[in-house]
Structure formats: structure tokens, C-alpha cells
């Protein structure tokens, strides 16, 4: 038995990456095998990881990308140089295993909003993750007349992924004849950057109190009565994004309490 064979039996939780995306130096994406009995809601998080060095798993928590109805899973990626699991999963190949432990859980999901007329899903940086998978998910079109998904970034490559996985849901064929057309016109892509020039410059933040973001859109202002909101990002601009939907009469709900909007974070940081 060659090494690398020895190496696939003992793995627990063993998945097969098929394919991986290189964004930039500090974004990847990567595709894996689902494991079949694995069922999650749409918006969800996993703990995934590789064998460390100590014969033991080295475990993060990391959203899925992918709709629940996809036959694969894919993950995106920061690449923290020093960082234990990502200086080495972002070597990861095609046919290269990881651990996936398969009990999702998290807050981004429909069953944690009370029903209302248009969704806010805020993101920075990796906290895109989760949307990706809600805005493939049918059920977020039926649910919803109108899909805002806002996307700040440092610089216009951090962008990329965002952009690609609205430009693909827009012209999918099969969300296009399960919907129809006019459904996924429903959904709206709002990229801003915040260190290099682009159409849209400034955190979401300071979009949001200066009230551009709603007249760029063509929308009213929040409002508890029509508007919901899931947010996923840093605990800085988690907490931002908090004051200024509970400022508009929004309230944070949760899988066992829904409510007006959801917050998760996107990686534990320093803090504020
Ligand atoms: P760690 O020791 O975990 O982190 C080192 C430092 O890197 C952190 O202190 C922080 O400052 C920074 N950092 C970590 N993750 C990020 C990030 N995503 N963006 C910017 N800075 C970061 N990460 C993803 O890349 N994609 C995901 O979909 C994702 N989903 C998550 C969901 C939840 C609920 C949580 C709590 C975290 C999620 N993370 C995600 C973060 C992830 O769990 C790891 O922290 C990340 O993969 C880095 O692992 P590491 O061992 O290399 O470094
Ligand atoms: P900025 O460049 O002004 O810090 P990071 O890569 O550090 O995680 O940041 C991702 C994006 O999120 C950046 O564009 C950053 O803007 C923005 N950001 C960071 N903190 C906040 C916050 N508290 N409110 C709004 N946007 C934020």
C-alpha cells in the first residue's frame, strides 16, 4: 500500500476536493464530494479540516457555499499565511482528501426570519460564503420579492468570486426554468470597495446612514415592516450592521425566535 493510500483509509470524515479556484493571494475557492447522508439548510456551516501534525484533526468551521440541492460542496476560502489550517489548505489539489464533519448548523437561515417582502444579505470579505449558497437556493426566490446582496471588500480582485457566483445564478438554466426569468431578476448585486477605486466606493456601513445605498437602488429605507436582513462578516462589522438595523426597528432573530434579521460571524478575529 503506497503512503498516500495508507493515509485514505485512516482519514475520518474523509472527503475528495474536485476542484479549486485560486482568487487571489488571500481568497480560494474549493469544490468537494458531499457525503450522501449529509442534509443542511442552505446558509449553514460545517467544521472542516485536515489531519495535523499531531495524528489528530485540525478542525474550522467553515460556511457552505454551495444550494443545498447541489451533488457537490464547495467552500471560499481566506488564506491566512501563519494560520494552522489554511497555510496548508490552500494547497489542497484535485483528489487531495480533507475531514468534513457533517453536522451543520447556524443562524443565516430562512427558518430564523419571519416572512417579509425584501431580503438584506450583508457581507464582507468571506462572509459572502453563506449567500453564496442562499442565493442559489430556490426557496430564497419564493420566498422574497426582492434579493439585495451587498459585498464590501478591500480591492476590486477580493470581488471576483461575489460577482461570479451572481453572474452564474442570473443565467442559470435550471433556476431559470424553475423560477422563470422575471424570478431571478429579483436578485441585486451591490459590490463596494473601501481601498481601491471601483464603481461603488465605501464600507456598506457608511452607505447605509448616509442613505446612498437605498437611493443607488431605488429602494425606501429600512423598515421593519417589509425589510429582512441576514448578515455575515467581522465582529466590528457585525456589531456596525447591528446598531444600524436595530436602529431602524429591526430585531435580531434566531433559529428558535424568528425575527427581522440574522447575524453570524465570519471568522473569530481580535475583536473590535
Ligand atoms: P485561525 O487561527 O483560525 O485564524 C487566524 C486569524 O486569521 C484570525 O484570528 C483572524 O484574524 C484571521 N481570519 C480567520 N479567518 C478569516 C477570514 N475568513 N477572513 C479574514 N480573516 C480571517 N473562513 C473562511 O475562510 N470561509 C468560511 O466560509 C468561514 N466560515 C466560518 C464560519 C463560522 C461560523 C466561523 C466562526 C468561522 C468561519 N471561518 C471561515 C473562519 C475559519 O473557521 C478559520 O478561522 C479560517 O479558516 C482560518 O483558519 P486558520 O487555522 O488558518 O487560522
Ligand atoms: P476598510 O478597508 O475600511 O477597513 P477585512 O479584509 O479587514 O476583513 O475587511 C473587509 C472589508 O470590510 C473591508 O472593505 C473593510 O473596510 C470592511 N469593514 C471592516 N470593518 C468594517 C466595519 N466595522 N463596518 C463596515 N465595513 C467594515
Avoid at 456601513?205 to 442613505?211: K, Y
Wanted: charged content about 25%.
Amino acid at each position: 500500500m503506497t503512503e498516500t493510500s495508507a493515509q485514505k483509509v485512516i482519514l475520518p470524515d474523509a472527503q475528495t476536493v474536485t476542484e479549486v479556484r485560486h482568487y487571489t493571494d488571500r481568497l480560494f475557492a474549493f469544490r468537494c464530494t458531499r457525503p450522501p447522508s449529509l442534509r443542511f439548510r442552505s446558509g449553514e456551516f460545517v467544521m472542516i479540516g485536515l489531519m495535523g501534525d499531531n495524528g489528530r484533526p485540525l478542525l474550522r468551521a467553515y460556511s457552505i457555499a454551495s444550494p443545498s440541492w447541489d451533488d457537490e460542496l464547495e467552500f471560499y476560502s481566506i488564506k491566512v499565511p501563519d494560520g494552522p489550517l489554511t497555510s496548508r489548505l490552500q494547497h489542497v489539489q484535485p483528489g487531495d482528501q480533507i475531514i468534513l464533519r457533517p453536522k451543520p448548523v447556524g443562524t443565516l437561515v430562512h427558518d430564523a426570519l419571519l416572512p417579509g417582502r425584501r431580503l438584506w444579505l450583508f457581507s464582507t470579505g468571506t462572509g459572502f460564503a453563506p449567500f453564496a449558497s442562499l442565493i442559489r437556493d430556490p426557496e430564497t426566490f419564493e420566498k422574497f420579492d426582492e434579493i439585495i446582496v451587498t459585498h464590501t471588500c478591500r480591492d476590486v480582485a477580493e470581488l471576483t468570486y461575489s460577482r461570479e457566483i451572481v453572474e452564474a445564478v442570473k443565467s442559470d438554466e435550471m433556476l431559470g426554468e424553475l423560477l422563470g426569468a422575471d424570478n431571478l431578476a429579483k436578485l441585486r448585486y451591490y459590490p463596494t470597495t473601501t481601498r481601491e477605486q471601483s464603481p461603488k466606493m465605501g464600507r456598506i456601513t457608511h452607505l447605509i446612514e448616509s442613505g446612498e445605498v437605498f437611493s443607488d437602488l431605488g429602494v425606501p429605507p429600512l423598515d421593519p415592516a417589509v425589510d429582512r436582513g441576514m448578515v455575515c462578516g467581522s465582529l466590528a462589522f457585525n456589531l456596525d450592521i447591528k446598531a444600524l438595523l436595530e436602529g431602524a426597528g429591526l430585531r435580531e432573530g434566531a433559529n428558535s425566535e424568528p425575527a427581522e434579521f440574522v447575524i453570524e460571524k465570519a471568522f473569530v478575529g481580535e475583536g473590535v
